[in-house]
């Protein structure tokens, strides 16, 4: 909520230097307020299942082109 009102205090700026200032201050509060260990969902990259149980590689050789086939 506290952020919110930040936003709604500053909604009448209008000079895109001040907005985005006022965007890069509030990125950094943000950035304070992040858990240090962040929730992962397991099949994401980093997380404790990503790439687990992959299909085996495949053992054929790639098919061959039309022109391959003609030579």
Same mark, same amino acid.
Request: overall charge positive.
């Given at each position: 909520?506290?952020?919110?009102?930040?936003?709604?205090?500053?909604? #009448?700026?209008?000079?895109?230097?001040? +907005?985005?200032?006022?965007?890069?201050?509030?990125? +950094?509060?943000?950035?304070?307020?992040? #858990?240090?260990?962040?929730?992962?969902?397991?099949?994401?990259?980093?997380?404790?299942?990503?790439?687990?149980?992959?299909?085996?590689?495949?053992?054929?050789?790639?098919?061959?082109? #039309?022109?391959?086939? #003609?030579?």
């Amino acid at each position: 909520m506290y952020i919110r009102s930040l936003f709604e205090a500053n909604k #009448h700026v209008t000079q895109p230097r001040q +907005q985005r200032e006022i965007i890069e201050q509030t990125e +950094q509060l943000l950035d304070s307020y992040k #858990h240090p260990d962040p929730y992962r969902p397991p099949t994401a990259p980093g997380g404790s299942k990503y790439q687990r149980n992959l299909p085996p590689p495949s053992a054929e050789a790639p098919p061959m082109t #039309h022109k391959e086939m #003609h030579v």
